[in-house]
Every structure is written in C-alpha cells, then in structure tokens.
C-alpha cells in the first residue's frame, strides 16, 4: 500500500487528510509525527527539517504551493522529485488580484475613494491607455494567465522570460539580453518570477529606475525579488507612482515596516491567489495515480533552475 504522510505548517490538517483519503482510497494517508514510518509520497508546506531526515525513501514531495524556493533551500532526500502546484485555481485569482491593481491605478480609483470620503467631488484627466503598458515579469502558468487577462482590458501588454513563448497580443521579450527593453516599454510592472539566484533582488533602483515616469510596481511573487528601501527611495522622489504589494521579505510584515506608513503603497497579506484544498487535492491525487501507472507528470521543478 502507497503510504502518503501530510505536513503543512498554518494548515489545518483534517480536511486535508479526509480529503486525499477519499481521492486515493488504496492509499494509507497520515498526518507526519516525528519519529513516524517513512513514506512514499509526502504533501508539505513549509516542513521542519526534521521531517526530512525522517524521510529517507520519498519519492514524490508535493509542495500546495506553486513557490518552491522555501522548500529547495531544505535538505531533501536525494532521489525525491519536488511537485509543485500548477495553478489549481491560482491563475483566475492571480488574473482578478493584478487586473483590480493595474485598473484601480489607471483609473485613479484610490484618489476618488479618498474624494469620497472627503464629501469631494473632483473630476481627474482620464490617462491615455496607449500610454499605460503593463509589463509582467515572468509569463509561467501565473503570468501567462495575468498578461492574457490585461489584453482583454486593451492595456499595451509586454512579457518578459527566461524562454520565448507565443501569447496573442504579448509582446514578448526574452532573457538577460531584453530585460532593460522591457523594462523601458513598461510603465506597470507585475512581477510573477519564480525567488531563485538569478531573481532574487530582481525590482532595485536600477531595475526600477528603467520604468517609464510615473511607473507602478505590482509584486505578488515573492518578497525577496524587491529591495524595500530602493521602492520607497523611488516613490519618495516621485519616479514611481506607488506600488501594489502582496509579499514580503519578513512576513508577517512588522509593525515597525516603513510600508504600512507609505499612502502610496498598497498592502494585502500573502492572499493574491489562495491555495485552494479541492483543486489541489484533486491535482495532487491525480499525479499520485498516474506514477502510481509509471507515467511522466508535470509540474517536476528542476532544482538547478530553482523552479
Ligand atoms: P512558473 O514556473 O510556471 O513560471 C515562472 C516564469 O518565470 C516562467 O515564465 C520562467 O521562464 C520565468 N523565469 C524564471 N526565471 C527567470 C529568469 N531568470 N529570467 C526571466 N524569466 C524567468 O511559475 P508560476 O507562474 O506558477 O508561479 C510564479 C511565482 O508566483 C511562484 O514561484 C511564486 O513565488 C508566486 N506565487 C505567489 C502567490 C501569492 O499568493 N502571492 C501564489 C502563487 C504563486 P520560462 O517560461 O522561460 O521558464
Ligand atoms: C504559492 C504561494 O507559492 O501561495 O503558492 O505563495
């Protein structure tokens, strides 16, 4: 019998558990304990250490996340394969999260709540949308779906990747070689990247000071990609118009982050595109099943690459 141990920390187990029973009924699912019997296959989220040195005969470690960066800086048993989470419903809440910030920010629709509030009634000049482009940093299974869902509002959509892809209305820039193009035919720029060496510290004041005037940074990927100090400098001197930031270097973010106070950026906690348990279990299950038959699954990261 296929033996499936269960370790997500800030994861109410339960459901999870009754969960991946009713989808692999052959299987035996437990929540891990220290010192319990190895596995085959385990489901984590941001394990201890310890869980992997108790696990010496994994051969799948399926990650509810589509980020893996927390788990490949762990020692993992050699010959398991990393399985991270392709969008199980992550890309439709990535796509709504990013277009309600591009919007809110070409429509001046913060200005106009803060109006309201006020008992204002204040017209603004609309923007120009040919004049509004919105560049996304890494077109993956997220930001493939967020470029394609801006096209819809007619905004000029720029992507940018380590590979050249083919996505209708993107205008598509690749590697190194392209990176400062891009950058300056953007002014919205929505980072999407994987955290891994070559990203990490990706959104400075180089990078940054690249966008065109007014620009506006969206970082729902992950918090080490931006340098905190070299955003604020950058709105601080009005070069950049403000930013939408849903991940952190440190999170929960403290208190004491100079973010909270700064009326320019915009703060969610971590929640742009929620995990979801049915999708992913039904993912997780269905990947299980097929190498349980000796097929190829997707979604393998390959940790030179780091995703
Ligand atoms: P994918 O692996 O599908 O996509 C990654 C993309 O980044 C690919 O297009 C890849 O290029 C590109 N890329 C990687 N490295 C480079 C580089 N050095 N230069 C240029 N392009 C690069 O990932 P997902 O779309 O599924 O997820 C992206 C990230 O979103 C996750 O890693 C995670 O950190 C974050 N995330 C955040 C969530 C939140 O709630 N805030 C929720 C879920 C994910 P290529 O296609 O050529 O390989
Ligand atoms: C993820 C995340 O990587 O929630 O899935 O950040």
């Known amino acids: 019998m296929i033996k499936i141990t269960f370790c997500c920390t800030g994861t109410e187990p339960a459901p999870w558990l009754a969960g991946l029973r009713a989808a692999l009924p052959q299987a ?9 019997t190895p596995a085959d296959y385990a489901v984590v989220w941001a394990p201890p250490q310890q869980f992997f040195d108790e696990q010496p005969k994994l051969k799948g470690i399926f990650n509810i996340g589509a980020g893996v960066d927390a788990l490949l ?8 394969a990393v399985v991270r989470l392709e969008d199980a ?24 709540a803060a109006d309201a509030r006020a008992g204002h009634w204040t017209y603004y000049k609309p923007r120009q949308r040919n004049e509004f482009s919105v560049g996304v940093m890494g077109l993956g299974v997220l930001g493939a779906r967020v470029a394609q869902a801006l096209t819809h509002f007619e ?8 590979s050249s892809k083919a996505l209708g209305g993107v205008r598509h820039f690749v590697g190194a070689a392209q990176f400062h193009d891009f950058l300056a035919n953007s002014r919205v720029l929505v980072n999407l990247l994987p955290l891994t060496p070559e990203t990490v510290n990706i959104l400075n004041r180089d990078t940054l000071s ?3 005037p007014g620009g506006y940074v969206i970082n729902v990927a992950r918090g080490a990609h931006l340098v905190d100090e070299d ?17 952190f270097r440190t999170e929960p973010l403290r208190p ?3 973010f909270w106070r700064e009326p320019k950026i915009t703060l969610t906690p971590h929640t742009s595109a929620r995990t979801l348990r049915a999708d992913s ?26 995703y």
């Open 28 to 36: 035996q699912v437990e929540l891990w304990q220290p010192g319990t």
């Open 73 to 80: 800086r762990l020692r993992l048993p050699p010959q398991a």
């Open 89 to 112: 419903g992550m890309a439709v809440q990535m796509a709504e999260y990013v277009s309600q910030a591009v919007i809110r920010n070409f429509r001046d629709l913060e200005t106009y």
């Open 155 to 162: 905004f000029p959509v720029n992507g940018w990747s380590r």
């Open 210 to 212: 690249r966008l065109q």
């Open 231 to 247: 955003l604020l400098e950058l709105i601080k001197s009005c070069h950049l118009s403000g930013a939408t930031l849903d991940v």
């Open 256 to 258: 004491e982050h100079p």
């Open 281 to 306: 279990i039904a993912q997780i299950a269905d990947k299980i099943a097929a190498l349980g038959r000796g097929e190829k699954i997707a979604g393998i990261v390959d940790a030179a690459r780091g």
